[in-house]
């Protein structure tokens, strides 16, 4: 059982103790993802300088699909013009823009200064993307990037205390990839999941509700520094979730041994669950790609689409980080 009791927070926001961490539950208002192939790219790239003006045109398919994901969950959410010059922006990625960099360096070490297109340099910050989509959809408050191998779980834990400090009513937080060639070669060598035949992009709008409001009908739970896979059942009970409802547990941010030695121990605590490593193109956009499609899964061509009452008793499970100071996030 959770050792604490629950309490408001945040002007709606729900909190819970569990031994020495705390459940943080929020409005999970809406979702979206895409994702694109990276096989072109990736050809041009192999061509060296006569790939080089291919580049600028993927850097702008990356700012524009990423756009129009935040569009799509901002419309979803409801928000109006008001809401919208006061909701924060968090987004987290692993590699950045950081193809850009390649890039250019490449043309100054082959062929000098002279060859580096000027609108390169618009989309050399990891921010770029951020602020792109901000100022398209009149995002008013806190703009962020987080980078790293946890940058959507840090973007996610960001937005959660935002809204549990009171200091934001509404936060999206997103997740961006688009890894190179050689970001592939490095995550291979450090014996990271990932993928880098496709690009990733998600959103989901986070927003104060207490637990249990009748118009909540998607919310998330966030439990950091959880110990082991032992504390979940106490993480669930605080959560007020029963672990025969959750579908699908994604494990997020280690390298591939840690992620399979704590399969075991994690799924035992969600007996009807599928548990399995990865499934984005890094560890980065896991968290936020897992959280987009339960509220919003993709709908492929030929795909089963589940049904509305039997999505609503659907879980989905995030855990990331490495043992002992696991972080775990459900949405439902």
Avoid at 163 to 170: F, I, K, N, P, Y
Avoid at 289 to 318: D, M, Y
Wanted: aromatic content about 4%; proline content about 5%; some cysteine.
């Amino acid at each position: 059982m959770s050792t604490g009791a629950g309490v408001g927070t945040g002007a709606g926001v729900h909190t819970a103790a569990v031994g020495a961490a705390t459940v943080t539950t929020v409005r999970l208002a809406a979702g979206g993802s895409d994702r694109f192939a990276l096989d072109e790219a990736a050809r041009n790239r192999a061509r060296g300088r006569d790939g080089w003006p291919a580049e600028p045109d993927l850097t702008r398919v990356v700012v524009d699909r990423f756009t129009d994901v935040v569009g799509r969950v901002v419309v979803a959410g409801g928000l109006d013009a008001a809401a919208r010059r006061e909701t924060e922006i968090a987004v987290g990625t692993l590699y950045g823009m950081a193809r850009v960099g390649e890039v250019m360096h490449e043309q100054l070490d082959e062929a000098g200064p002279k060859w580096l297109a000027p609108e390169m340099f618009v989309y050399y910050s990891p921010h770029s993307l951020v602020s792109a989509a901000a100022v398209a959809h009149g995002l008013g408050g806190a703009a962020t990037t987080l980078l790293g191998r946890d940058g959507g779980m840090q973007a996610l834990l960001h937005a959660v205390r935002r809204l549990a400090t009171g200091q934001a009513d509404s936060v999206l937080v997103g997740a961006y990839e688009a890894l190179t060639p050689f970001a592939d070669a490095a995550l291979d060598r450090l014996g990271v999941p990932h993928h880098a035949q496709f690009g990733d992009l998600a959103a989901v709008l986070l927003g104060r509700a207490a637990t249990g409001d009748a118009g909540d009908r998607h919310r998330l739970s966030v439990a950091r520094g959880v110990a082991s896979g032992r504390a979940l059942p106490d993480v669930l009970d605080a959560a007020v979730v029963d672990p025969a409802a959750v579908a699908d547990v994604r494990l997020c941010g280690a390298t591939v041994a840690v992620q399979q030695a704590a399969r075991a121990e994690i799924g035992a605590a969600f007996p009807r669950a599928r548990t399995w490593v990865g499934g984005a193109s890094s560890p980065a956009v896991g968290p936020v790609c897992a959280l987009a499609e339960a509220v919003a899964p993709p709908a492929a061509a030929g795909t089963k689409t589940v049904a509305e009452g039997e999505a609503a008793g659907r879980l989905e499970v995030v855990v990331a980080g490495r043992p002992g100071a696991w972080d775990v996030v459900l949405a439902r």
